[in-house]
């Protein structure tokens, strides 16, 4: 939930989730909008519409329109207020839940997973009104799919990292991986380990476009 909270929707919104089946987050997004504006929640995988359909309509959610693209392939013929990046990653994060993740972990597979990332901020930029927010997240620890990422976003976009504030116990960005140095507003993001709130892991940073 911490994604949606970070985001901060508003009444009257249009709000792109990219990667948003089984759709948990956008019920949250259209319930904090009250139902009004509208919400994209797109889905690349066909396979996964039925549960995020399923969903919304579970919830009551009125404001959302479902499609099905690639979301690196995104039109940017309509621009968004806010946009929601949960971004397919390696799930180190829901190793408790999940042990699968560890056993087809690799650095192959975090390598994949990070160019992906960095294509769909690519398309969500292309997406994002003037003065308008990208959340970006991932339920996974790899810098590679984190700091790197929100760096990479920085960097190119000139986009302005945000503090994330959040009642829970955390941890700052990383500043550096090994060789790597990032931007130093990389640590305004934020890191959440599962023995700090006894929860899964996650990472959430939130960009925006100032011009």
């Known amino acids: 939930m911490l994604a949606a909270e970070v985001l901060a929707p508003c009444v009257g919104d249009t709000v792109l989730d990219l990667c948003a089946a089984p759709g948990s987050k956008t019920t949250q997004i259209s319930v904090m909008m009250k139902n009004t504006g509208c919400v994209i929640a797109n889905e690349p995988d066909f396979k996964r519409l039925k549960s995020l359909r399923f969903n919304l309509n579970r919830m009551g959610v009125v404001n959302a329109v479902v499609t099905n693209m690639d979301g690196r392939l995104f039109p940017d013929k309509i621009l968004f207020d806010k946009i929601l990046l949960d971004a397919p990653c390696s799930n180190l994060g829901q190793i408790r839940e999940n042990p699968h993740a560890a056993e087809i972990w690799s650095p192959s597979h ?3 997973c990070s160019n992906l990332q960095k294509k769909l901020i690519d398309a969500g930029y292309k997406s994002l009104k003037k003065d308008g927010v990208l959340v970006y997240s991932t339920c996974t620890f790899t810098p590679e799919e984190n700091e790197e990422v929100v760096d990479y976003a920085i960097q190119k976009y ?19 991986w090994g060789k790597n ?5 990389v640590g ?19 960009l925006k476009k100032w011009w």
């Open 158 to 176: 000139d986009l302005v990292c945000e503090k994330v504030r959040a009642d829970i116990v955390h941890t700052p960005g990383l500043h550096r």
């Open 188 to 206: 305004n993001t934020m890191r959440v380990y599962p023995h700090q709130n006894n929860t899964g892991g996650f990472y959430v940073a939130r």
């Open 181 to 185: 140095k990032f931007h130093e507003d």
């Open 110 to 112: 975090v390598k994949k």
